[in-house]
């Protein structure tokens, strides 16, 4: 069946780090790939979304490119800031599965000044 | 507002009791999607509406489980004889046509808890 592994956190980092946090699936079909966000006392919410291979989707200076060859759907940003603090989502839709979202186990980052 | 509203914001009540969930979702959105967020479990998809089609129920744990959609929008969970380990956050999310590509947007979620 369709899954997400996201590696584990917290991810505890200074303000203007570099963040990589590590996101793969398994899907049967052409799955369309999300990140989502969840900001203390929030709800979730979409920071961004790739729908086929090589696309790479933006949002708020994060990034991630759906790569095909490695099932991989990383977030990147190039220098966090201590309100990026929040836990994230890796999270697959696969149309055969009705379009419900299998998310991954989610990693807490912590931002420190 | 404009986005999906849930209600009661917190729930407590007692094992054994029913309880009823409720979301609103954004206007004009056609899907509607139940999740549950919990220690132990993660994320995990429960039921699934799209227009007039049948749901997708695949993801209730239990007969203890049931949702509706009224005239294709408003949506209630209900949980009969509440368990302890029904205790998580359920979250309603819409979207606004069917489809892998489409993002859901989420309500801040009911926290229930079961003494």
């Known amino acids: 069946g369709n899954s997400v592994t996201q590696m584990e956190g917290p991810v505890t980092l200074s303000e203007e780090a570099f963040l990589t946090i590590n996101c793969t699936y398994t899907a049967t079909g052409y799955p369309s790939l999300f990140w989502y966000v969840q900001y203390p006392g929030e709800g979730l919410q979409l920071l961004l979304k790739?729908?086929?291979?090589?696309d790479k989707g933006s949002n708020k200076g994060f990034e991630a490119t759906y790569r095909k060859e490695t099932t991989s759907f990383h977030l990147e940003k190039g220098s966090v800031q201590v309100s990026d603090s929040a836990v994230y989502f890796c999270a697959l839709s696969d149309s055969g599965g009705y379009n419900k979202l299998i998310f991954g186990a989610g990693t807490r980052l912590a931002v420190h000044p | 507002g404009a986005g999906v509203s849930q209600s009661p914001s917190n729930k407590v009540t007692e094992k054994g009791k029913d309880v009823e969930l409720r979301c609103d979702p954004i206007s004009g959105h056609t899907a509607l999607y139940w999740y549950r967020q919990s220690l132990g479990q993660g994320l995990e998809f429960l039921i699934y509406f799209q227009g007039n089609s049948a749901p997708d129920k695949s993801g209730l744990p239990s007969d203890r489980f049931s949702a509706e959609r009224t005239g294709g929008s408003v949506s209630t969970l209900t949980i009969q004889r509440t368990q302890q380990e029904d205790s998580a956050v359920y979250l309603c999310a819409s979207s606004l046509v069917r489809g892998a590509d489409q993002p859901q947007h989420f309500g801040d979620g009911t926290r229930l808890s079961i003494l």
């Open positions: 790739a729908t086929k291979a090589d």
